[in-house]
């Protein structure tokens, strides 16, 4: 994400403890973490675990299980193409194969500038629309390979 | 001044709603227009968004797709009054696809703009919940049994009798909890309803929690909907503001408030006990049932799981009348059923109408055919665990035990429509790809099956000892449907075998090149 902070235990703390009055504040303490560091550094986890009262090793588990909290700091810019069956149907795997292709890159990865992560996704509910895509959460419908690459140029201009 | 509608619905959204709204308010100003520009849900009609609509005295005069390039010719051809334009479609209510549903769930999504609690309320928006108060807890959970909604998120399980397991637990501390999970592959109908009309999950959710006696509802909305995320925020504090939540609604006595949490982006964390576990702040590993999470649900107290769709039905049927929603539909299928049409198609929409209506005229007829032109080869119904349903099942109508009896679901309603070009055993292997994505990992046949499913459909592919291998297929398949826990490892076969079963000739490409 495009403007994150630089980690440090204190402001970690304080995202914590500003969500302790929820009932089950866990996914709302990594949203909020991943929100403001641009991932969920492993001192962070430390830190919940504290605050939480639970073994660090279950906190851990807690963050690898779900797809959308990363360990490590992601590109500036992150790109979801659909690859689920109501895209498939108009053509969405090749046209994102053909894609990461051309970018050199794979599922997951980060472009070598740093400025765009590619991450599949499986349903965006813009299934009317298929092929579609999510550009730091901004949708598209009916995605083509032309705006693919302008995505791509304008994450590396900025 | 002039109301025009524009949405801001996410499927819109994609295609330049935004961009146009700004473009028509620079427009107007520039013309020296008033104009008040009110950001809708969409009526369903996906393949004219991004749809502008204008009041006039004749009603909504729509036009759409309208693209930014659109705005100025729009202006010149008088549309403020309802003037020709080649985009124009004439009165949206006059128009066929319109015409031809039964809008109950979805009848204000698109009419009203869904932030105003004082539109909401014109358009009969609390008046369930005012009956619900004035019938009380019993008759509210009889009225919802006798109604015949099932639940609309897959397994259509009767919504009453949950309810009524709730309601008759001891008092204590309960909870309503909303999947909005929804993430099905061709289903967008609690993102629209989100969209369009939250409040009525707002209503429906406290009808529930004044049947069942609970006090707190939460919402958990699946992250891939960023748009709906803010729409239903901001709904939740104008329902707050306006003293339909909070303490003592409207002088009922009754207090209870809504909270909106946001998944991770884990499909599993759909299935009810796992949206559970997810809640607690835990992975989102399924629980064994029983208990149910009607006797011990979100922090081991009873809880009532529905979702998004069966919740926000509710107002309607308590502001109608059980008998006016029973009387609709088939068989057990009873009222209707918001289909979601999707793929490869020329008119993908949301359509409500009357369970019963035959596959192939929602395929052919209300959804136009294939977008590409080119034949239908298969329909896959109900999300990635959905059969792919053949053109020769075509007269098969939609309700739930009819497809039961074809092996096939109707789940949450989606139809994801392929044409002829489509390699049926590309996709039986995604559907076992997706459920090893998926698996949540707590039981054996459905992390390790669908994994060695990837890799059987890989050697049939490779054209490796083809026979055998469709056997061995077949016998995994067998093994994840009986043995696995949850309906993630329990289903991910519907895919698989009726692909076998319907497309045999997909499965045996690889042998007949080799031969050849
Ligand atoms: C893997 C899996 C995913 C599911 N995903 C959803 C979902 O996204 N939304 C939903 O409402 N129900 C989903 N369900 C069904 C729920 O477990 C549950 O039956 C439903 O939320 C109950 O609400 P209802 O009675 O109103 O249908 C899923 C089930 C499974 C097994
Ligand atoms: S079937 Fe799959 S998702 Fe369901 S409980 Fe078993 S491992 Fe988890
Ligand atoms: S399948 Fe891609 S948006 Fe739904």
Redesign the pocket.
Known sequence: MAGAAQYSDERAREIIAAHMGLEGPALPILHALQAEFGYVPDSAVKEMATALNISRAEMHGVVTFYHDFHSAPHGRHTLKICRAESCQSMGAEKQANDFLARQKLEWHQTTPDGSLTVEPVYCLGLCAHSPAALYDGEPIGQVDAATLDEIVAEAKGE | MTKIYIPLDMAAVAMGADRLAAAVAKEAAARGQQVEIVRNGSRGMLWLEPLIEVETPAGRVGYGPAKVKDVASLFDAGFLTGGAHALSIGVVEEHPWMKRQNRFTFVRCGVIDPLSVADYEAHDGFKGLKRAFEIGSAAIVDEVAKSGLR?????G?P?GI?WKTVADCAPGQKYVVV?A????SGTFADRMIMEGDPLSLIEGMTICGYAIGASKGYVYLRSEYPVVAKVFQAAIEKARDAGWLGQNIKGSGFDFDVELRIGAGA??C???TSLLESLEGKRGIVRAKPPLPAHVGLFGKPTV????L?MATVPMILEKGAKHYADLGVGRSRGTMPLQIAGNVKFGGLFETDFGIPLGTIVNDIAGGTRTGRPVKAVQVGGPLGAYVPVSLFDLPFDYEAFAAKDSLIG?GGLVVFDDTIDMLWMARFGMEFCAIESCGKCTPCRIGSTRGVETIDKIRNGQDVEKNIELLKDLCHTMKFGSL???GGFAPYPVESALRHFPEDFRKSALEAAE
């Open positions: 639940g609309r998120g897959g397994a399980f919504t949950k999947n999970d929804e993430g099905d499909y599993v759909g299935e009810e799981v529905n979702n998004v069966s949450h949850c309906a993630l």
